[in-house]
Nanobody
């Protein structure tokens, strides 16, 4: 069983920055692929970013590429999502998810590939 806890959400003005953290339980965290997804009201949960077990491969949705950065600290069992130049359309509940048995040192962009999910943290970007 893997438990994930997100933190760092809140209210920010457009153009501002936030950093989300996702801390996981588990003795083999370094092998987990971790993904960030978000869900806005009335919309489906969508992929934001993902990182492979080693942290060597990262993936981004086109809508956040160049503004968001995902990183992984295996010593701290934590993944970060640095979000810059935030826009009102980034407003959503953000979830981190873990795939404990990824295919090689890669990470999936599909939410169905992730077995464990955090409780989510709200990000609100005001215009």
């Amino acid at each position: 069983q893997v438990q994930l806890v997100e933190s760092g959400g809140g209210l920010v003005q457009a153009g501002g920055s936030l950093r989300l953290s996702c801390t996981a339980s588990g003795r083999t965290f370094s092998s987990y692929a971790i993904g960030w997804f978000r869900q806005a009201p009335g919309k489906e949960r969508e992929f934001v970013a993902a990182i492979s077990g080693s942290g060597g491969n990262t993936y981004y949705a086109d809508s956040v590429k160049g503004r968001f950065t995902i990183s992984k600290d295996n010593a701290k069992n934590t993944v970060y999502l640095q979000m810059n130049s935030l826009k009102p359309e980034d407003t959503a509940v953000y979830y981190c998810a873990a795939d404990p048995v990824p295919f090689g040192d890669y990470a999936s962009l599909r939410k169905g590939s992730y077995d464990y999910w955090g409780q989510g943290t709200q990000i609100t970007v005001s215009s």
